[in-house]
């Protein structure tokens, strides 16, 4: 789960979610399902997961 900390800084600096799965395609980092290639709606959900951001009410 490295990658969620690389998204979220990369978020922080004005990194578009766009630009952000197209920096992890040329990478080589796999999505978390295992798929090859990222798509800006799945870095976007990880961004706004209450679990990731610390909001979850438990």
Same mark, same amino acid.
């Given at each position: 789960m490295k990658f969620v900390k690389h998204i979220y800084h990369q978020f922080l600096k004005g990194y $578009?979610?766009?630009?952000?799965?197209?920096?992890?395609?040329?990478?080589?980092i796999k999505e978390s399902a295992g798929k090859a290639n990222w798509y800006p709606s $799945?870095?976007?959900k990880m961004l706004q997961n209450e679990k990731y951001k610390g909001d979850a009410l438990l």
């Open positions: $578009s979610p766009k630009s952000i799965a197209k920096e992890l395609d040329t990478e080589g $799945s870095g976007l």
